[in-house]
């Protein structure tokens, strides 16, 4: 008990300690334009200040200008899906309250070749440059505006009937996550027939737990629903857990009771 506490004070409090940064660019990837123009896919970055909460995003388009052409609403966490502009998806969700509604991009309402209103430094110039060029996925800026403050959408549609599947393609994001966290919930369960005293199991068991629940409270942080999963899979391995094994459940099985002699 006194181990998984430490652990929620070193997860969630100790981020709060951390002084507030600037906003920040995370490039996504890229796609073309109709015309053929290159375009960025990336991610504008906020500051939630609260450690166990996430920084929020905005997927955005930009083009190779610099100028961004389209954004998508802000929230806790984004999930990106864009192999063209025909069909660019972002995921913006919440987990409290839970909130699954898709937005598209709508690509022949988009002027693709705005200029740039360059009011950069000198210094700024040369790293947004990098930026633009491919050299960095990373730009870190107070000029870009931090995504919470701004309530619209440009160039975004919302399409609610696609909220079903949002959790697949959030799922689909983040799979690495979950099969390690998977692999961890399990790996009790499959080292149990080496371990000829189940005591011994247990003991295991329990230490895998805790750590359990400080992945899964990280993964809060980091990738929202994986929470959900988390726990779902740390029940599953309690559950397998509490199963007897074979040869076990044989032994506990009481002996059926033998008739009683009749006596002349």
């Known amino acids: ?83 063209s502009v025909q069909f660019c998806w972002a995921f913006p969700y919440e987990i409290i309250p839970i909130s699954f509604v898709p937005w598209k991009l709508a690509y022949r309402d988009i002027t693709y070749d705005k200029p740039f209103d360059d009011s950069l430094t000198t210094e700024q110039r040369l790293e947004f440059e990098e930026y633009l060029s491919g050299k960095t996925d990373y730009l870190s800026s107070y000029g870009f505006g931090y995504p919470e403050h701004r309530d619209t959408t440009l160039g975004f549609k919302a ?5 079903i599947l949002s959790p697949v393609f959030i799922i689909a994001a983040k799979w690495r996550a979950y099969v390690i966290l998977a692999g961890l919930c399990l790996l009790p369960f499959f080292t149990r027939p080496f371990l000829k005293d189940w005591r011994v199991t247990r003991k295991i068991a329990a230490g895998f737990h805790i750590t359990l629940i400080g992945i899964t409270l990280m993964s809060i942080k980091l990738y929202g629903a994986s929470f959900i999963y988390g726990l779902a899979l740390i029940m599953l391995c309690r559950w397998l857990l509490k199963r007897p094994s074979g040869k076990a459940a044989v032994a506990q099985e009481p002996e059926p009771a033998s008739p009683p002699s009749d006596k002349t």
């Open 1 to 83: 008990m006194i181990r998984a506490f430490a652990l929620f004070l070193a997860v969630f409090l100790m981020p709060c300690l951390a002084q507030a940064h600037a906003p920040y660019l995370v490039k996504q990837g890229s796609v073309e334009s109709p015309t053929g123009a290159p375009l960025i896919i990336e991610t504008l970055n906020g500051d939630s200040i609260m450690g166990p909460f996430p920084n929020p995003s905005s997927m955005q388009l930009r083009n190779a200008s610099g100028t961004v052409i389209a954004y998508a609403p802000t929230a806790g966490y984004t999930t990106v899906f864009c192999p």
């Open 159 to 163: 399409v609610p009937a696609m909220g």
